[in-house]
Nanobody, 121 residues
Framework: QVQLVESGGGLVQPGGSLRLACAARGRFFTIDNMAWYRQAPGKERELVAEITYRNKSAYADCVKGRFTISRDNAKNTMYLQMSSLKPEDTAVYYC???????????????WGQGTQVTVSS
């Protein structure tokens, strides 16, 4: 089992910055692909950014140039540096990660509990 613990959300003014973190804890061989999703009120959950174990990343068009995803494999932790925040970035941000087990091999997706990000003046 893998537990994903998120931190770093909060209230920020438009144009401001926040850094989210997601730490994977529990029993696993390794953590493979990781991603940040978000869900605004009345909207579907959407992919914000994703990163592979080898640090290949991809972003949604709406956050390109403003958000940076990164990870520290030694700490099993992923980060999302968010800059130039806009009111439309307001949402609950969720961490997603694939836990890998061996003998037998398995790849299981896990979700964090979510952290609220509110961009407002």
């Amino acid at each position: 089992q893998v537990q994903l613990v998120e931190s770093g959300g909060g209230l920020v003014q438009p144009g401001g910055s926040l850094r989210l973190a997601c730490a994977a804890r529990g029993r696993f061989f390794t953590i493979d692909n990781m991603a940040w999703y978000r869900q605004a009120p009345g909207k579907e959950r959407e992919l914000v950014a994703e990163i592979t174990y080898r640090n290949k990343s991809a972003y949604a068009d709406c956050v390109k140039g403003r958000f940076t995803i990164s990870r520290d494999n030694a700490k099993n932790t992923m980060y999302l540096q968010m800059s130039s925040l806009k009111p439309e970035d307001t949402a609950v941000y969720y961490c997603n990660a694939e836990g890998i087990m061996v003998n037998p091999f398995s790849r299981t997706p896990y979700w964090g509990q979510g952290t609220q990000v509110t961009v407002s003046s």
